[in-house]
């Protein structure tokens, strides 16, 4: 694909091997059915940036189509309480309802809906306490 033929050269310059180069080559890989090829570019991602919620889901998705669920489904747990992104909640959803696991994803759609309230409540209580610190005149 010419995404492909776009990316590649960037892939092999390690100064320009940045994390989401390899996420757009494992989207395009997995745009074109190249599975083995996806996982290895959000791998290399993932190995890169860390913190990448998006393509540590993407690897672990591919454990859970690869044959290796449990782990894959381990793999979105982890994700899903580490970070504040919904990806991999979103993701473990589909997958425990993919598997006919219903009351699984009901519990997980749950805790995403308790973290998504207690993030709420953090950002309005910050908003609150600016606002507070700037009527008594301690703007920050």
């Known amino acids: 694909s010419k995404a492909l033929r776009t990316l590649e050269p960037l892939l092999e310059d390690s100064a320009q091997r940045v994390a989401q180069v390899f996420a757009l080559a494992g989207d395009a890989h997995a745009q ?5 090829q996806a996982q290895a570019m ?12 998006r393509s540590r889901t993407m690897v672990a998705l591919g454990r859970v189509a690869g044959g290796e669920e449990a782990q894959g489904l381990d793999q979105l ?7 504040d992104s919904p990806i991999a909640d979103v993701a473990l959803v589909g997958s425990l309802i993919r598997k006919g696991d219903h009351a699984g994803a009901r519990a997980a759609l749950d805790a995403l809906e308790d973290r998504l309230a207690e993030q709420d409540h953090r950002i309005l209580g910050d908003h609150a306490e600016k606002g507070q610190d700037a009527e008594n005149g301690n703007e920050s």
């Not at 074109?32 to 083995?36: E, I, P, W």
């Not at 959000?42 to 919620?53: E, T």
């Not at 747990?77 to 970070?83: E, G, N, S, V, Y």
């Open 42 to 53: 959000y791998a290399r991602a993932a190995q890169l940036d860390p913190q990448d919620a």
């Open 77 to 83: 747990r982890d994700l899903a309480a580490q970070t």
């Open 32 to 36: 074109l059915g190249q599975s083995a």
